[in-house]
């Protein structure tokens, strides 16, 4: 079936440097993207959206970017912090209407000090 | 960015017997919540959607007689797992998106630890 899905369970970066997150999805259909953060013990918190006719999008630090030719999507987060520590989940879902939602598997960034 | 809030955060019950959880959007009002529940260092599965005013539309695989969703108003989902059992110890999250902005994101609840024991 389809799925969202990630390359890398687990990535650790050094406090301040950058750090890509990475995503691959296989319905060709998606028309949009959106990244999560979890905390442990918390629900997902928005990070940042793109839209299918668009292959770049920065918000606050982050970066999204979607390469609709082979199915992938990347976070770039700039300067991590500690707080930036987390599990991030890709996640893809309908352009409107109702956000019914599939997500990836999720990548555990661990910010070391 | 708009409030959707889930009671109780966390849950203990005993093998058998049923608990309900709430979701509420706080500041807007919502057609269509989402459940979802993710196990532990696992995704999130959706299980199904809500709707206000009518029957919910479950997952594949998801048995609706043992989770019973209920969105009687605008503001406020439940989901109630009937006869639960071990297996069903999960963290369960809602979500919920505001109906009067178009192509927005969903909004999620802060999840309910769900321990059966």
């Known amino acids: 079936g389809e799925s969202v899905g990630l390359h890398l369970p687990t990535l650790s970066v050094q406090e301040g440097d950058n750090s890509i997150i990475n995503c691959a999805y296989s319905?060709?259909?998606?028309?949009?993207f959106i990244w999560y953060k979890q905390e442990s013990g918390k629900g997902p918190q928005f990070i940042i959206d793109?839209?299918?006719?668009?292959d770049k999008r920065q918000g606050q630090r982050v970066t999204v970017l979607l390469n609709k030719t082979v199915k992938h999507l990347s976070l770039q987060i700039a300067a991590t912090q500690p707080g930036d520590s987390a599990v991030y989940f890709c996640?893809?879902?309908?352009?409107?209407?109702?956000?019914?939602?599939?997500f990836g598997q999720g990548t555990r960034l661990t910010i070391n000090p | 960015g708009a409030v959707v809030s889930q009671h109780p955060s966390r849950v203990i019950c005993k093998s058998g017997t049923s608990v309900k959880i709430e979701c509420r959007s706080l500041?807007?009002?919502?057609?269509?919540m989402f459940w979802y529940r993710q196990f532990p260092k696992q995704s999130l599965m959706l299980m199904a959607t809500?709707?206000?005013?009518?029957?919910?539309?479950?997952e594949q695989g998801v048995e609706k007689d043992k989770f019973l969703i209920n969105h009687a108003s605008l503001t406020l989902s439940t989901l109630t797992v009937t006869s639960a059992h071990p297996e069903d110890s999960s963290f369960y999250i809602c979500?919920?998106?505001?109906?009067?902005?178009?192509?927005?994101?969903?909004?999620f609840g802060q999840g309910t630890r769900l321990t059966v024991v």
């Open positions: 979500s919920a998106s505001d109906r009067g902005r178009m192509n927005t994101e969903a909004f």
């Open positions: 319905n060709s259909a998606s028309d949009y």
């Open positions: 793109i839209r299918s006719n668009m």
């Open positions: 996640a893809e879902g309908p352009i409107q209407g109702a956000q019914k939602l599939v």
């Open positions: 500041d807007f009002q919502a057609t269509t």
């Open positions: 809500s709707n206000e005013g009518s029957k919910a539309t479950y």
